[in-house]
């Protein structure tokens, strides 16, 4: 048997929330290339189409006859109403959801305490941690009624380890490992998998974000130390979902080789 044997992926369907950018879309592309099927979901749907196009190309390269259904949903994983409807907008051809990735986050600023604003505190809990929730309620039920399911949670380096500057967008990581660990102590007595996946520096679209669009300053985070991409991230959550069904990975902890934790990392290259 191969290390890396996709097989088990061929015919899958998988949701994944932030698939217009980044490590979504970059698990899109791959999931696709292992014979999934996809419901890719994200606020902005020109990019989600553009990866859509992108995941139906690679699907063709792989010569898979089975699987390769794509279908894009604009959705805001922060609008509690547009989550409770999440369900209904699923094609009914897709409508049993194999894998949910729970990939949609972001960080803004590097504001200290009592100088963060209301609105980002808000924002980034709204759709770190209440919206990875939401999402989750509706598919726990889903995957609890068919006794079989995967969901694999985008924590990160900081839900291990806070760090100045950073305090909102820690608690909200370590609010996703908590109740990712919760999950996975609840559902102990199903066949459902629960997977988070911490990765430390990845050069995605996620700096410039944080720096509210500072290109310049979201370089200087990758300055001198070679980064994870997307792709590499990617690997990790396809190789976990692509595990047998009596293997749960419960977390992978992903980091550049030059970085050692959320504060140290040598940028001597
Ligand atoms: N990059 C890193 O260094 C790093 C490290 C550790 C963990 N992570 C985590 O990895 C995940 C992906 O980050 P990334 O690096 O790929 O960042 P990215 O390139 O900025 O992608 C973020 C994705 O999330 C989507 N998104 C954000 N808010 C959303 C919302 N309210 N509803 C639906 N979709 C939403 C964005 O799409 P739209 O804007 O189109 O909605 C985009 O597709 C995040 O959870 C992040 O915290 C990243």
């Known amino acids: 048997m191969s290390l890396f044997n996709t097989s088990r992926l061929v015919g899958k369907t998988v949701l994944i929330t932030g698939a217009s950018a980044g490590i979504g879309a970059a698990t899109a592309v791959l ?14 749907i020109h990019p989600l189409k553009i990866v859509a196009e992108e995941a139906a190309a690679a699907y063709k390269a792989s010569g898979l006859t089975e699987g390769g259904k794509i279908a894009t949903i604009q959705l805001d994983v922060a609008d509690k109403a547009q989550v409770a409807s999440l369900l209904d907008k699923i094609p009914q051809d897709l409508r049993n959801v194999d894998v949910l990735v729970n990939n949609a986050g972001f960080a803004h600023g590097v504001d200290k305490v009592g100088s963060i604003t209301d609105a980002d ?6 759709t770190n941690v209440v919206g990875l929730i939401s999402i989750t309620q509706l598919f ?13 949670n985008l924590g990160s380096v900081a839900g291990r380890e806070a760090y100045p500057g950073g305090s909102i967008y820690c608690a909200t990581k370590h609010a996703v490992r908590a109740f990712t660990e919760a999950l996975r102590k609840e559902l102990v007595d199903t066949k459902i998998r629960i997977t988070e996946v911490q990765p430390g520096m990845v050069e995605t679209e996620f700096s410039v974000i944080r720096f509210r669009g500072d290109k310049s300053a979201a370089d200087k985070v990758y300055e001198g130390i070679q980064p994870l991409v997307a792709e590499d991230v990617a690997e990790e959550i396809v190789w976990a979902a692509a595990r047998p069904p009596h293997v749960n990975i419960a977390e992978l902890f992903v980091l550049p080789v030059n970085q050692a934790s959320a504060t140290l990392e040598y940028r001597g290259n």
Request: aromatic share 10%; hydrophobic share 55%; no cysteine.
């Open 31 to 44: 999931f696709a290339k292992g014979g999934s099927n996809l419901i890719l979901v994200a606020r902005r």
């Open 121 to 126: 505190i808000d924002a980034m809990f709204a």
């Open 140 to 152: 726990v039920r889903e995957f609890k009624a068919r006794g079989a399911g995967h969901i694999i």
